[in-house]
C-alpha cells in the first residue's frame, strides 16, 4: 500500500512564525502536491513538484513556498505565518502513468493565532 | 475552465436508504473522474474512478457511480447505506496527474 506520512497532525503556531510542514512517501511516485482545504471551498492546489528540485505554482501558491530535495520528500513553507492560513493542510501523491490517481496523507491541521 | 460542482452541501438519509451524491463538471476534453471519501480527522481514500469504458463503475465499500457525458455528470450512489458511510464526500476531474479539480464536497450524515 501506498504510504504518505504528514509529519505533524496538528500544529498550534503565532503570527510571523515560520512553519514547515513535511511530507514522505515510500512508493517512489514522482509527483507530490500539497493542498489546502477549507469548508465549503474543497480542495485548492497550493504548489505541486513533479521531480526531484522542481517545483510548479498551483491556484493558490502565495505566502506559500515548498521544498523537494529528495524524491520521497515534499516540504511547505509558510514563511511568515498569518492567520488566513490557519486550515487544513493535505499532501498527495500519484504515480507518472497515464491515468494517475491521488494518494493522500491523513493531513495536518495548522492553527495560526 | 475546468470545475466540478457538489449542489449538496449536507445530505441526510436513514440507514439502510438509497444514496445518490450529484456532481457536475465542466471540462474541455474527456475528463478522468473520482470520488473520494474522507472521514473526520482523515486524509481522502479513493472510492471509484472512471477513465474508459463501461460508463458505471464499481468502487469500495458497495459504491458506484455512473459516468454521463450528455449530462456532464458523475454521480455517486449506493442501494443501502451504513452508519459508517458517514463522512465528506469530494467528486474531483482531471486528465492528468498534475492537475485535479475537486468540487466543494457534500456531507453525509445517517439517521440510526
Known amino acids: 500500500d501506498v504510504k504518505v506520512t504528514q509529519s505533524s497532525r496538528y500544529l498550534v503556531k503565532r503570527t510571523g512564525e515560520k512553519v514547515f510542514l513535511e511530507c514522505v512517501q515510500d512508493m517512489d511516485h514522482e509527483n507530490m502536491f500539497w493542498y489546502r482545504q477549507d469548508p465549503g471551498l474543497g480542495l485548492r492546489l497550493i504548489y505541486f513538484s513533479y521531480d526531484v528540485k522542481m517545483k510548479e505554482k498551483g491556484d493558490i501558491p502565495e505566502g506559500y513556498s515548498v521544498s523537494r530535495e529528495k524524491k520521497e520528500r515534499f516540504s511547505l513553507i509558510l514563511e511568515s505565518a498569518s492567520t488566513n492560513q490557519t486550515s487544513m493542510y493535505l499532501c498527495?501523491?500519484?504515480?507518472?502513468?497515464?491515468?494517475?490517481?491521488?494518494?493522500f496523507g491523513e493531513g495536518s491541521r495548522l492553527t495560526v493565532l | 475552465a475546468q470545475s466540478v460542482t457538489q449542489p449538496d452541501i449536507h445530505i441526510t438519509v436513514s440507514e439502510g436508504a438509497s444514496l445518490e451524491l450529484r456532481c457536475n463538471y465542466s471540462y474541455g476534453a474527456t475528463p478522468y473522474l473520482f470520488w473520494y471519501v474522507q472521514s473526520p480527522g482523515q486524509g481522502l481514500q479513493l472510492l471509484l474512478k472512471?477513465?474508459?469504458?463501461?460508463?458505471l463503475v464499481q468502487g469500495i465499500k458497495g459504491f458506484e457511480a455512473e459516468f454521463k457525458r450528455s449530462q456532464s455528470s458523475f454521480n455517486l450512489r449506493k442501494p443501502s447505506v451504513h452508519w459508517s458511510d458517514a463522512a465528506e464526500y469530494f467528486c474531483?476531474?482531471?486528465?492528468?496527474?498534475?492537475?485535479?479539480?475537486f468540487g466543494s464536497g457534500t456531507k453525509l450524515n445517517v439517521k440510526p
Open positions: 498527495a501523491t500519484a504515480p507518472t502513468s497515464a491515468a494517475g490517481e491521488l494518494f
Open positions: 474531483a476531474v482531471g486528465n492528468n496527474f498534475n492537475k485535479f479539480y
Open positions: 472512471y477513465f474508459s469504458g463501461d460508463t
